[in-house]
């Protein structure tokens, strides 16, 4: 069972299950309990443990990914107390201008993140950057996170 779940095929194939029950209204509220049940089957299987580092914080959430997706995932760069984070996955919302559902989807990340110790802001969502990935901000969850703008929030982009 763990080595379905942890395939790029079954991670990619929640995305577009995801996306097409969200373009229900009726099965939208779906999505957040099922991304939240996903990322606690993650956390079951791999067992991580909490971390007090940024750059730990951001090896253990890709670590999280499928193994044999790992080149899509991507630590760009640490700064400070911030580590920036690329998903260079074809989202099936790419495109779309749905930023509030990629936040949905996007929950699942959260969730995983919060659990080994911090908080993840989505900064850019392909589904209305007009990028072919997605820009992620990690902190640990006792930094503050009032400077990062999540990008269904921040109205410049394209």
């Given at each position: 069972m763990?080595?379905?779940?942890?395939?790029?095929?079954?991670?990619?194939?929640?995305l577009e299950f995801l996306?097409?029950?969200?373009?229900?209204?009726?099965?939208?509220?779906?999505?957040?309990?099922?991304?939240?049940?996903?990322?606690?089957?993650?956390?079951?299987l791999n067992k991580p443990t909490k971390v007090n580092d940024v750059r730990k914080l951001a090896e253990t959430w890709k670590?999280?990914?499928p193994p044999d997706g790992q080149d899509n995932f991507k630590i760009s760069s640490i700064k400070g107390d911030t580590a920036f984070v690329e998903i260079h996955l074809k989202c099936p919302l790419r495109g779309t201008g749905k930023v509030h559902t990629c936040h949905s989807f996007m929950n699942y990340d959260r969730e995983l993140v919060k659990n080994i110790g911090g908080n993840l802001i989505v900064l850019e969502s392909q589904s209305n950057s007009g990028n072919t990935f997605c820009k992620l901000a990690i902190r640990k969850s006792e930094d503050k996170i009032d400077d990062l703008i999540p990008g269904y929030l921040n109205d410049k982009m394209k």
């Open positions: 763990k080595k379905i779940i942890e395939k790029q095929l079954f991670f990619s194939l929640m996306s097409l029950i969200s373009k229900w209204e009726i099965t939208k509220k779906w999505i957040q309990p099922m991304t939240t049940f996903f990322a606690r089957v993650n956390l079951k670590m999280l990914m």
